[in-house]
């Protein structure tokens, strides 16, 4: 299993409310954010993937919130890919201070789906994408 970097991020203050705490509408775009970088990383960024008609939906978010996160909080965000499946697979993030603290834990699915939006199976059509994948598959995150 190969390891990837954190994605490191700083709170604004546009994504806070009046008490300068992290609204809960901005996780999302978080563990998005940190997707992305964890796909770039193994050499597999979105943009490329679209270009190969490989669309990534998610399919289920759960977030689990611990602490609060607030404006010029500087944080990390470990994506671990949890499951793989040909047609599917599942992340789980975790949002640390820079101190190590966890902060936040969350959840995720997505599936493999052709431009159409018609469920793809990776493994058949681009074995070479889903053995890349398998290489970064936990079964215990850290």
């Known amino acids: 299993?190969?390891?990837?970097?954190?994605?490191?991020?700083?709170?604004?203050?546009?994504?806070?409310?009046?008490?300068?705490?992290?609204?809960h509408s901005n996780y999302a775009r978080y563990l998005e954010e940190a997707r992305l970088d964890m796909?770039?990383?193994a050499g597999l960024a979105y943009d490329k993937l679209e270009e190969l008609g490989i669309i990534i939906?998610?399919?289920?978010?759960?977030?689990y919130y611990s602490y609060a996160l607030h404006f010029?909080?500087?944080v990390e965000i470990h994506a671990h890919i949890t499951r793989l499946t040909p047609v599917r697979f599942h992340l789980k993030y975790e949002i640390k201070s820079m101190e190590g603290q966890l902060l936040h834990t969350a959840e995720t699915s997505h599936?493999?789906?052709?431009?159409?939006?018609?469920?793809?199976?990776?493994?058949?059509?681009?074995?070479?994408?889903?053995?890349?994948?398998?290489?970064?598959?936990?079964?215990?995150?850290?």
């Open 111 to 142: 599936g493999f789906v052709d431009t159409d939006f018609r469920p793809m199976n990776l493994k058949k059509k681009y074995p070479e994408i889903y053995e890349n994948l398998q290489q970064y598959v936990e079964d215990e995150p850290l």
């Open 57 to 63: 939906p998610v399919l289920e978010l759960h977030d």
């Open 1 to 23: 299993m190969k390891q990837l970097q954190p994605y490191r991020r700083r709170i604004n203050y546009y994504e806070t409310d009046q008490m300068q705490v992290v609204h």
């Open 72 to 74: 010029g909080d500087t």
């Open 39 to 41: 796909m770039e990383q």
